[in-house]
């Protein structure tokens, strides 16, 4: 007599090591598992990552599952054993992953021979990134970036020199992955609004 197995039961399956809403600043790896007496691992389905090497414990199945992709990210998982029976299909909430680091460039207008202006003087930052925030630029030197504006993936701020005075700024971003990007300085300024004052001594009206 043949013995026969009736399994109608579907494989149960899990993904783990993925946050929801998360920014991660490389590659992020993860893990599969599907539980059943009748898998094997070429009924898997797995979309969003590449699968390593699979490992069986009794009727539980694990194997490492890597995403790479720069962008925004979801981890997909179907299981079917070798009965035929399928699982519910699941997926990871939406993650991302950014490996670039901000570009920042900045120009000044306002300047003569580069370094003296008789009126205000306006730095104006630009701030490519996918994932930056004005809270991560850092500014030593007294300049004030207010007033930012975003289009896709770039932000735009301006901060202006009105008063008399030598400056010297830089500034440097750093996105909400923790990439910090390139740093731009201003080289030293000189803002002199203030008319020459004339005055004449030692001559008397009319000798």
């Not at 996918?130 to 932000?155: H, M, Y």
């Amino acid at each position: 007599m043949t013995d026969v197995s009736i399994d109608k039961t579907a494989p149960t399956v899990g993904i783990t090591g993925f946050s929801d809403g998360k920014i991660y600043p490389g590659n992020v790896t993860g893990q599969v598992k599907v539980v059943d007496r009748h898998f094997n691992p070429s009924g898997a389905r797995i979309g969003g990552a590449s699968v390593g090497e699979w490992v069986q414990n009794g009727d539980v199945w694990t194997a490492p599952v890597i995403a790479t992709f720069e962008g925004n990210n979801t981890v997909t998982l179907t299981a079917t054993d070798v009965v035929g029976n399928v699982s519910k299909g699941i997926s990871t909430g939406s993650f991302i992953i950014d490996k670039t680091a901000p570009k920042v460039t900045m120009n000044l207008t306002g300047l003569v021979n580069g370094k003296y202006s008789n009126n205000q003087v306006v730095a104006n930052l630009v701030v490519e990134d996918a994932n930056f925030d004005p809270s991560g630029l850092k500014v030593t030197g007294g300049a004030n970036f207010s007033g930012w504006s975003r289009t896709g993936n770039v932000w735009r701020s301006s901060a202006v020199f009105g008063a008399d005075g030598v400056y010297n700024f830089s500034a440097t971003a750093t996105d909400k992955a923790g990439h910090v990007g390139n740093t731009v300085s201003s080289n030293e300024f000189i803002v002199d609004r203030t008319k020459p004052q004339i005055s004449i001594s030692g001559v008397q009206n009319g000798v």
